[in-house]
C-alpha cells in the first residue's frame, strides 16, 4: 500500500489563495487532484506525470498549478485566484503501476480513471481536505 497523506486547505475569501500538498510514501506512476462539492459528482482538476507532463481542467487553466517533487513522492497544487465554485473537497489521487501512457483525469459514474481505453483506476486516494471559498 502506498498512503497518501494530504495537507493545506482551509477557508478563503474570492480571490485568494491556497496550497495543498500530498505525500505519497512509495512510488506512483502519476499522481492528481479531484473534488468534489455537495450533489456533484467528483471531477478531475489537476495531474501530473512521472515524466513532469500535466494536465487542467478547464475551470481552473491559468489559476492552478500542479507540481511535484519526485525525490519525495510529493505533488503540490497551487490555486490562485480562487472562486466560490472552486469550493468542494480536494481529494489527492495517485496511480501504482501504469504502462507507456500517459494518465488522463476522466471521472465517470463515481470512478476515476487513469486511462479510460483500458479502465485503469486511480488505486491510491487521500482522505480529503475541505476548501472553502466565500464571496
Known sequence: ???????????????????????????????????????KEREGVAIINRNGTT??????????AISKDNAKDTVYLQMDNLRPEDSAMYYCAALVGGGNWLCEMNCIGGDCYAHSPLKVRYNRWGQGTQVTVSS
Do not use: I
Open 1 to 39: 500500500q502506498v498512503p497518501l497523506v494530504e495537507s493545506g486547505g482551509g477557508s478563503v475569501q474570492t480571490g485568494g489563495s491556497l496550497r495543498l500538498s500530498c505525500a505519497a510514501a512509495g512510488y506512483t506512476f502519476c499522481m492528481g487532484w479531484f473534488r468534489q462539492a455537495p450533489g
Open 55 to 64: 494536465d487542467y481542467a478547464a475551470a481552473v487553466k491559468g489559476r492552478f
